[in-house]
Antibody
């Protein structure tokens, strides 16, 4: 069974750093693009970027380039989303997703990680 | 950059009704890369339709997708209580690789 299991909710202060994780199982992790999608409170879905764990190649949405870092460790089948300096506007639910290799749809989603940034 | 516009923003229907949700792209897109997702409150989205018209694994046949070019439709033939949710269309562009989502359409019980 394909699963993406994300790390738990986080509460941080502005200016702090954060790294959240997404562990994949039930598929060959290194051979699929893994992405992240943001959903701000009461809002729609925004694609942030993708990583190919096999060679750590990345693709970022222009809206998120330079704002976050996506990484992966294929040895433990885990992808990460990292911020160096959090802002209140980073408060959102973050979903990791698996990209289907043929049709490029997002066929599996993690349960989401809620990040709250507040002073 | 492709923009996806969904309509209506909110659709109020009763169980047993037929729902038709629209997704219009700002320029012609490839059917292969057009998908629909369902999101229920407090849950992650799930894939319903890929390639504009193919149902994802486990999706009931009352869900169907159609369209081409710039106009795409998600149809739910006989609404069940569990179908009331928010629906998103999504396009994948290849040059550069980029996902775009529609703003979402809420299907609510009348």
């Amino acid at each position: 069974e394909v699963q993406l299991v994300q790390s738990g909710a986080e509460v941080k202060k502005p200016g702090e750093s954060l790294k959240i994780s997404c562990k994949g199982s039930g598929f060959i992790f290194a051979t699929y693009w893994i992405g992240w999608v943001r959903q701000m409170p009461g809002k729609g879905l925004e694609w942030m970027g993708l990583i190919y764990p096999g060679d750590s190649g990345t693709r970022y949405s222009p809206s998120f380039q330079g704002q976050v870092t996506i990484s992966a460790d294929k040895s433990i089948t885990t992808a990460y989303l990292q911020w160096n300096t959090l802002k209140a506007s980073d408060t959102a639910m973050y979903y990791c997703v698996r990209q289907n290799s043929y049709d490029h749809d997002l066929d599996y989603w993690g349960q989401g990680t809620l990040v709250t940034v507040s002073s | 950059e492709i923009v996806l516009t969904q309509s209506p923003g909110t659709l109020s229907l009763s169980p047993g009704d037929r729902a038709t949700l629209s997704c219009r792209a700002s320029q012609t897109v490839t059917n292969t890369y057009l998908a629909w997702y369902q999101q229920k409150p407090g849950q992650a989205p799930r894939l319903l339709i890929y390639g504009a018209s193919s149902r994802a694994t486990g999706i009931p046949d009352r869900f169907s997708g159609s369209g081409s070019g710039t106009d795409f439709t998600l149809t739910i033939s006989r609404l069940q209580p569990e179908d009331f949710a928010v629906y998103y269309c999504q396009h994948y562009g290849t040059s550069p690789p980029m996902y775009t989502f529609g703003q979402g359409a809420k299907l609510e019980i009348k």
